[in-house]
């Protein structure tokens, strides 16, 4: 039998390698190739050209609030070319190169058993060697960077430090997600408040209002667990009184202050986001949603736990592809950097060539615990970037995840004829630049009209009439008229 099948395979090995057998296969290829190529150029099937102009209201790719799914983007957001010599898009070509699937497989799983870690010796850590590599390889920075000496301050910092992340805590909460990761066991919902040591009023007032920890009620639903934790760095005050004592005090009066040994600064907030994902992937990784934002917004946290609750049940249980890659927010898009050099966003041609992905901005975004973890592992690749929604909308775009748009996030308040109406905010979820004085007010008169306002619903894109042209961090009307600058403030959490 076995010199049977021996045979037959010396036959075909001959058939196969005979040349003109070779040639002949090569005619049939091409042939193929030719009539492929010309029926694709001349088909139905081909993609219209792009429209050179943008589109007015910008609706992100991926998934839609209606639930439907839109094309996937074929193209990378950066510019991939190194000429010009931005420096982050030479950085990140570092990286890409090192984590290219096809070049360096075994890289993918380039991970050891991080030993330091007691208290969960389960957790993986990845070890990424090339944050700091592709700087060595690049070399002297300065001259990376002509204009390096003439960029302002906060940009020659962030340079200087962005290959560093791992800073320590300092701070934090003890068991603030429960004892230990057993299944089921986590929050629902974790509210993640990025804030700066000296605004203690803002962080009572959202302790007092929609920041309350413990078993929450819907609106309407049961509600769910709620935890609560403020983001700060170190603060490096002037101050006579000893900002980080009182902090001390605070975190053992309240249990829900985290600080890292960084700078809290406006291009240090990135490493907030950062150090979250990695935070809550060892001490809170059961946690079924977060919201992260800034301390001088007003969330409706009853109907946010509303909300989520219908997400899970209509859309997606846990584990599944919809949860796994779940934000919801202000989806902004179609935005390029900020090249005025007197704004605090500014960002130069040398340090970032291209447009940003979409990205959920204004305040506040939900995720899912599970896509909390997905990012904490995928940022390890992507290069810190000094506005800390766009760098969440490139980890966000490297996981192929688009996060969903939803019209009750105001970034840019009520449009003036809708804030008078007599439910309006019960319209929304969350609403950005709101002082502590009236966060507290606009809670009140919440409650207190929730029962006059129990069939109001949430606002849906039509409602939103307003155009905007966004440009350049400005944001204009269909007119051209400047409706608001400096729109996507990060809670001014800046010593700049
Ligand atoms: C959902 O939204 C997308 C984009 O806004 C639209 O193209 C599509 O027709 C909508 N689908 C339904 C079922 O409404
Ligand atoms: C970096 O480059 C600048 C300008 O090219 C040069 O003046 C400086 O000496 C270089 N520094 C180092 C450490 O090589
Ligand atoms: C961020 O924090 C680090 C560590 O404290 C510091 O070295 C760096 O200068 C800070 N960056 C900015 C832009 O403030
Ligand atoms: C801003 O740019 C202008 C030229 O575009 C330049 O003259 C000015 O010195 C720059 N200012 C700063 C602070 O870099
Ligand atoms: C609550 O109701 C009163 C009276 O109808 C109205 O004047 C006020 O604006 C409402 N406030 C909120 C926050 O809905
Ligand atoms: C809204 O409140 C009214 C009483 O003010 C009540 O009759 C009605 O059932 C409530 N509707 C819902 C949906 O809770």
Not at 283 to 287: E, I, N, T, W
């Given at each position: 039998m076995a010199c049977y099948h021996w045979r037959w395979r010396r036959v075909l090995l001959c058939l196969c390698c005979t040349p003109g057998v070779l040639v002949g296969s090569l005619c049939v290829y091409v042939t193929l190739a030719v009539c492929y190529g010309t029926t694709t150029t001349t088909g139905p099937g081909v993609a219209a050209p792009i429209p050179q102009t943008p589109p007015e209201r910008f609706i992100a790719l991926g998934l839609t609030s209606n639930g439907t799914v839109a094309p996937h983007p074929t193209s990378s957001f950066w510019d991939p070319k190194p000429h010009g010599g931005a420096l982050w898009n030479l950085l990140q070509l570092h990286i890409d190169r090192h984590y290219n699937p096809i070049l360096m497989p075994s890289r993918e799983y380039n991970y050891h058993l991080d030993t330091n870690n007691n208290n969960n010796k389960n957790y993986l850590r990845f070890s990424f060697p090339t944050l700091s590599a592709g700087f060595s390889e690049i070399g002297n920075l300065t001259s990376q960077m002509a204009d390096f000496p003439e960029l302002p301050l906060q940009m020659q910092m962030f340079v200087r430090s962005m290959h560093f992340r791992d800073y320590p805590v300092l701070i934090e909460p003890a068991k603030l997600c429960g004892r230990g990761p057993r299944k089921g066991q986590g929050p629902f919902l974790v509210l993640a408040i990025k804030t700066k040591a000296l605004n203690f009023e803002n962080r009572q007032a959202i302790r007092q209002t929609w920041g309350r920890a413990g078993w929450v009620a819907g609106a309407t639903g049961n509600g769910g667990v709620v935890r609560r934790v403020f983001l700060l760095g170190k603060n490096h005050a002037e101050s006579r009184v000893d900002v980080n004592e009182l902090l001390q005090l605070e975190s053992r009066r309240y249990r829900d202050i985290l600080q890292w040994d960084f700078h809290d600064s406006f291009f240090n907030l990135t490493l907030k986001d950062v150090l979250l994902w990695d935070w809550l992937s060892t001490?809170?990784?059961?946690?079924r949603f977060v919201f992260k934002g800034d301390d001088d917004v007003l969330l409706r946290t009853p109907a946010l736990l509303d909300y989520l609750r219908e997400q899970t049940i209509l859309s997606g249980a846990p584990g599944s592809e919809f949860m796994k890659g779940f934000m919801v927010g202000d989806v902004i898009g179609a935005a390029s950097p900020n090249r005025v050099n007197t704004t605090k966003y500014f960002i130069p041609a040398s340090f970032y060539n291209g447009l940003y992905p979409p990205y959920g901005g204004g305040g506040g975004v939900v995720y899912s615990g599970e896509l909390a973890l997905r990012l904490n592992r995928i940022s390890r690749r992507v290069h810190l970037y000094p506005i800390d929604d766009v760098y969440v909308g490139m980890c966000l775009h490297r996981l192929g995840v688009h996060p969903i748009h939803h019209p009750a996030f105001l970034t840019f308040d009520f449009p003036k004829k809708d804030r008078e109406e007599r439910c309006a905010y019960h319209t929304i979820l969350l609403v950005h630049k709101r002082s502590p004085a009236q966060v507290m007010k606009l809670w009140s008169e919440i409650m207190r009209n929730q029962t006059e306002c129990n069939s109001t619903i949430l606002r849906t894109e039509k409602e939103n009439k307003n155009t905007f042209l966004i440009d350049s961090f400005s944001v204009k009307d269909n007119k051209g008229q400047e409706l608001l600058t400096d729109p996507w403030g990060s809670s001014e959490n800046s010593a700049l």
């Open positions: 001490r809170c990784s059961m946690a």
